[in-house]
T-cell receptor
């Protein structure tokens, strides 16, 4: 299964836009790109998913280039409560999520 | 109801004990999952049930035994565990629709400590 790689950590300030990248060079044709958020001692929470181009929902945008070998999660105007670990597992459609190392986002005042 | 519940929240057990973790959802989801998460590591898939049948076993040792008594319940029976099995055990559920990925809803997890 394709693995994903992300920056280990990122720092930001309240009100800024944060862009977290994910590399998935071996993505398969049937794989979807998904993003999850996880707070300490809680289960991951789904944020957004996409197959190609751009997807936007009420909390984030997901940008996927044509070759699909990477993706970028964009969080507009982050707040302190966005401090968490962000994962970009690929979903094979056979219900398998393979989580990479994740990015620890720290939002400061 | 969009919640996955897990009991107990915390569990401490000895290596000779037998215990069970329980997971419940009432969203009508027909796929249910067990993940294991060690500290500061990503979740790792253990088992997947689809329509109450085991569909994926990620080569998990037999001291972990999953069970899906009905479409709302998922259990994980534990026996003769090792200290290295100490971790956060996460349950998740999703629809099981063909044609695309299904969002997984995770529970809060059971924090297991094996002495």
């Amino acid at each position: 299964l394709a693995k994903t790689t992300q920056p280990i950590s990122m720092d930001s300030y309240e009100g800024q836009e944060v862009n977290i990248t994910c590399s998935h060079n071996n993505i398969a044709t049937n794989d979807y790109i998904t993003w999850y958020q996880q707070f300490p001692s809680q289960g991951p929470r789904f944020i957004i998913q996409g197959y190609k181009t751009k997807v936007t929902n009420e909390v984030a945008s997901l940008f996927i280039p044509a070759d699909r070998k990477s993706s970028t999660l964009s969080l507009p105007r982050v707040s302190l409560s966005d401090t968490a670990v962000y994962y970009c597992p690929l979903n094979t459609g056979f219900q398998k999520l393979v989580f990479g190392t994740g990015t620890r986002l720290l939002v400061s005042p | 109801d969009t919640e996955v519940t897990q009991t107990p929240k915390h569990l401490v057990m000895g290596m000779t004990n037998k215990k069970s973790l329980k997971c419940e959802q009432h969203m009508g989801h027909r796929a249910m999952y067990w993940y294991k998460q060690k500290a500061k590591k990503p979740p790792e898939l253990m088992f997947v049930y689809s329509y109450e049948k085991l569909s994926i076993n990620e080569s998990v040792p037999s001291r972990f035994s999953p069970e899906c008594p009905n479409s709302s319940l998922l259990n994980l029976h534990l026996h003769a565990l090792q200290p290295e099995d100490s971790a956060l055990y996460l349950c998740a559920s999703s629809q099981d629709k063909a044609g695309g990925p299904n969002e997984q809803f995770f529970g809060p997890g059971t924090r297991l400590t094996v002495l």
